[in-house]
């Protein structure tokens, strides 16, 4: 990561639209209090919360702390919040129109005197993507895209786009307004601990790295489980579905830090520039390949926790033909010379029986000869990280039976940030708000990384949108479709864990 940035000065002010919105409340007041709580938040500094709703900035600290209270990671301590109180404040507007920015635009200027904020701005748009252009748009007409002090930048969410055209045509209005490296695309994942552990496991071990290629692994699996449906997300999730809400952008940024060969130092675009490569540098996608690789499913009626769970067709503003998928598979292999030959298997989906996010490196095996010529069947040595829950790493090898003297059986040596002794995991957004202030862009997706992406996406989508599927095909509660176990099962291998 970039770490000559810490100096720079972070003082400024953060404009949230989409103030009174789910993940204003659930996930970033709730980083801003741990960032206070941990001493982090920078000492002139003010967010701005916009929304449509009337209320007073009074109003809106209650409601703030009442959130806090429910998803803060941290107990809330009174002088803490007090520190956070303090810098919040609210604007009622309709973003749409260009009378509010002029409001705000005022409003900004006095906090400037107020705080020593400089007029230092990030523009943070937590609102549907829809609004992503209006708003840059309004932003531009009314200045306020336009440094006042040292720097400007926009933070934008994802969706990026519903396809590749729809994402270039929004990057152009962007580009209009901002420079590419004020951008910063959040892909909430990046901020994970564990994501950005995987290059530090890989690029300073040195018996993991020598042995990160073809010639040492079998397979390498990520699974992004949900054992949550759409729930009220319905209308979202309609015009989106699997692919596109996670393999286009979770699930390839996890993939190209797995497979990327080393940067040749820490600074962004070093990263960014290796990680596209990896995109780049996946196996075409021809109709036959995707026929025989890709496994679509979505999801019916089941149990969860001896709970029932409704078939996807009748959650909440869902269509009763929907053809969505709620669940993806796919295997796929990365044309380059790190990985010619080894197989990457990829599944993500909802209303699962667990909830987890993990890379499993499965090695290769021994040859079938001393311990396992008749005696033993051959497990394989396998690395698993686990990015939630529990985050951590395990290493799983054969030893000696110690019991019944003349077995074989399989250790896991397990390493569990739960239990280790730097305190609780700090939220994703935490480090997310820090590096957008700090100017660094590393966590964040470039616009070729985007692009990349989308071109992948695009080929499963358009697969989809060709051929009729026999949806629904797996039961809420159970591991997903059967199809997904035959991917892997072809190839005499299975997936690990769940
Ligand atoms: N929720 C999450 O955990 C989550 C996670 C990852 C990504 N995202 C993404 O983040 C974005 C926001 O999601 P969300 O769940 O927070 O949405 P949400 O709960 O529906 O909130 C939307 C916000 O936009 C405001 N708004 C809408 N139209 C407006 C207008 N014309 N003028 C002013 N304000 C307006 C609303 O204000 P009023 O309510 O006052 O009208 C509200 O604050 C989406 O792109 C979503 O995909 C969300």
Redesign the pocket.
């Known amino acids: 990561m970039n770490t000559n940035v810490s100096e720079k000065d972070l003082s400024s002010i953060m404009v949230i639209?989409?103030?009174?919105?789910?993940?204003?409340?659930?996930?970033l007041m709730p980083a801003f209090y741990n960032l206070v709580h941990d001493n982090l938040l920078p000492k002139h500094f003010a967010i701005v919360c916009?929304?449509?709703?009337e209320k007073s900035s009074e109003e809106y600290r209650r409601e703030v702390l009442d959130s806090l209270k429910r998803f803060s990671r941290n107990k809330i301590e009174d002088q803490k919040w007090k520190r956070l109180e303090q810098v919040v404040f609210y604007e009622?507007?309709?973003?749409?129109g260009l009378e509010?920015y002029h409001r705000l635009k005022k409003r900004l200027n006095e906090l400037d005197d107020i705080f020593g904020t400089k007029g230092n701005r990030a523009y943070y748009?937590?609102?549907?993507?829809e609004?992503f252009e209006t708003i840059v748009q309004r932003l531009d007409e009314s200045g306020l895209a336009r440094s006042v002090g040292s720097w400007n930048r926009l933070v934008i969410?994802?969706?990026f786009g519903k396809d590749l055209a729809t994402a270039r045509s929004l990057n152009e209005s962007l580009l209009k307004v901002y420079r590419e490296d004020e951008i910063f695309r959040?892909d909430?994942y990046l901020g994970k601990d564990m994501i950005q552990n995987i290059m530090v496991l890989r690029f300073s071990n040195f018996m993991f790295e020598q042995l990160w290629n073809s010639k040492y692994i079998d397979n390498i699996q990520i699974s992004l489980l949900e054992k949550e449906g759409v729930g009220s997300?319905g209308g979202?999730y309609e015009n989106s579905g699997a692919i596109r809400d996670m393999l286009q952008s979770h699930i390839l940024q996890i993939l190209s830090l797995v497979a990327m060969e080393p940067p040749v130092d820490l600074t962004t675009d070093a990263i960014r520039n290796e990680k596209l490569k990896v995109i780049r540098a996946i196996e075409e996608f021809t109709p036959e390949f995707l026929r025989k690789n890709v496994v679509l499913g979505q999801y019916g009626a089941g149990y969860i926790d001896g709970r029932p769970v409704p078939a996807y067709r009748d959650e909440e503003r869902v269509a009763k033909d929907s053809m969505t998928e709620t669940f993806v598979a796919l295997k796929l292999h990365i044309n380059n010379f790190r990985w010619a030959g080894t197989p990457f298997y990829i599944r993500t989906g909802k209303s699962l029986a667990k909830s987890s996010a993990e890379i499993v490196i499965q090695m290769k095996s021994l040859p079938n000869i001393l311990y396992f010529r008749e005696r033993y069947t051959q497990i394989p040595n396998l690395l698993v990280i686990r990015i939630q829950p529990n985050v951590g790493v395990s290493l799983r090898f054969n030893t000696k039976d110690f019991k019944s003297h003349n077995n074989i059986v399989q250790q896991n040596m397990d390493f569990s940030h739960e239990n280790s002794s730097q305190g609780n995991t700090p939220e994703a957004y935490e480090r997310l708000i820090l590096d957008v202030l700090r100017g660094d862009s590393t966590l964040f997706s470039r616009w070729d990384e985007v692009e990349a992406s989308w071109k992948i996406a695009d080929r499963i989508i358009e697969y989809r949108e060709r051929n009729s599927f026999d949806f629904p095909n797996y039961n809420a509660g159970t591991t997903g479709p059967v199809k997904a176990f035959e991917l892997l099962a072809r190839d005499g291998r299975e997936w690990w864990s769940l």
Do not use: Q, S
């Not at 009622?92 to 749409?96: K, L, Q, V």
């Not at 748009?125 to 993507?129: E, K, R, T």
């Open positions: 639209f989409g103030g009174t919105g789910d993940l204003t409340h659930r996930k916009v929304g449509r709703r009622n507007f309709d973003f749409t509010g748009l937590a609102v549907a993507p609004y969410e994802k969706p959040i909430h997300r979202y």
